[in-house]
T-cell receptor
Framework: KNEVEQSPQNLTAQEGEFITINCSYSVGISALHWLQQHPGGGIVSLFMLSSGKKKHGRLIATINIQEKHSSLHITASHPRDSAVYIC???????????FGKGTKLSVKP | NAGVTQTPKFRILKIGQSMTLQCTQDMNHNYMYWYRQDPGMGLKLIYYSVGAGITDKGEVPNGYNVSRSTTEDFPLRLELAAPSQTSVYFCASEGGGTDTQYFGPGTRLTVL
């Protein structure tokens, strides 16, 4: 069974800081997803990656398939980045996701 | 496009009551999913569908039923509500070759 572990569980940062959230998984996967859950509860997909690195604005996601590890980086963090960041893995074609418990990020002005 | 819509937003049920959580998407996606999110836990897959007329169980299907008569709609049925079903329920859809899931706003259900 694939386990998805995230660290840290909670993270408080000052505005402008560089932030890293980590995700480890236990079995081979076809893709890894990063999602953001807003304080109001809505969930949006940020990235889907199966190798290498992706960048979108101030967000960067990397994955190391051999080490079964992914990181989500936020550069020049801002209070509006405050949210829960969720890592999820998928295997096969149906896209059934296994989710981590999330990392709650709070960015202080 | 409205994306994925869910109704109701909130609901309180008594033990033993039944209800249907509605989910509709207007993106012509083939794949649809129902998840539940409990405090401090990751989302868990309840049921999923790969197309109209096709549904399958996820990780936590007990106490729930689904149907998929159209591409757009994927209702989740609770027959005999129990306190253990108190949770936030999210519907999601995926399609168009994007491998990205689009989530509805969620339904917060409390069973007393």
């Amino acid at each position: 069974k694939n386990e998805v572990e995230q660290s840290p569980q909670n993270l408080t940062a000052q505005e402008g800081e560089f932030i890293t959230i980590n995700c480890s998984y236990s079995v081979g996967i076809s893709a890894l997803h990063w999602l953001q859950q807003h304080p109001g509860g809505g969930i949006v997909s940020l990235f889907m990656l199966s190798s290498g690195k992706k960048k979108h604005g101030r967000l960067i996601a990397t994955i190391n398939i051999q080490e079964k590890h992914s990181s989500l980086h936020i550069t020049a963090s801002h209070p509006r980045d405050s949210a829960v960041y969720i890592c999820a893995t998928s295997r096969g074609s149906q896209g059934n996701l296994i989710f981590g418990k999330g990392t709650k990020l709070s960015v202080k002005p | 496009n409205a994306g994925v819509t869910q109704t109701p937003k909130f609901r309180i049920l008594k033990i033993g009551q039944s209800m249907t959580l509605q989910c509709t998407q207007d993106m012509n996606h083939n794949y649809m999913y129902w998840y539940r999110q409990d405090p401090g836990m990751g989302l868990k897959l309840i049921y999923y569908s790969v197309g109209a007329g096709i549904t399958d169980k996820g990780e936590v299907p007990n106490g729930y039923n689904v149907s998929r008569s159209t591409t757009e709609d994927f209702p989740l049925r609770l027959e005999l509500a129990a306190p253990s079903q108190t949770s936030v329920y999210f519907c999601a859809s995926e399609g168009g070759g994007t491998d990205t899931q689009y989530f509805g706003p969620g339904t917060r259900l409390t069973v007393l």
